[in-house]
């Protein structure tokens, strides 16, 4: 599976942003979505991540409660919706697949296609 992420952008410090990951294959639904950011001179972060069937979600501490992830099956896209934006949120943000039932939802470990990134600016 080929993975296209969009939807990045420049938005003010408690603004919202929604991110679009769109994969080629129709075999979309067997894997499990996660996004990951990566801001200049930081280590990348799991952000969050959605179950094969959408029914398991995982987000990191430092975005839980602002942060939805989601899933269409039908349309082979995966979303973040970013609400409550902050300076510390501005990343490249990647999303990534991994097959499903392959770990805990939770798990940093099996991703195995990635797409090349859209960059989430939030000003302060």
């Known amino acids: 599976v080929q993975l296209q992420a969009s939807g990045g952008g420049l938005v003010q410090a408690g603004g919202s942003l929604r991110v679009s990951c769109a994969a080629s294959?129709?075999?979309?639904?067997?894997?499990?979505m996660g996004w990951f950011r990566q801001a200049p001179g930081k280590e990348r972060e799991f952000v969050s991540a959605?179950?094969?069937?959408?029914?398991?979600?995982y987000y990191a501490d430092s975005v839980k409660g602002r942060f939805t992830i989601s899933r269409d099956n039908a349309k082979n896209t995966a979303y973040l919706q970013m609400n409550s934006l902050k300076s510390e949120d501005t990343a490249n943000y990647y999303c990534?697949?991994?097959?499903?039932?392959?770990?805990?939802?939770?798990?940093?470990?099996?991703?195995?296609?990635w797409g090349q990134g859209t960059q989430v600016t939030v000003s302060s």
């Open positions: 990534a697949a991994r097959f499903k039932q392959f770990e805990v939802i939770s798990s940093k470990r099996g991703w195995i296609r």
């Open positions: 959605i179950s094969w069937n959408g029914i398991a979600t």
């Open positions: 294959a129709s075999t979309f639904s067997n894997y499990d």
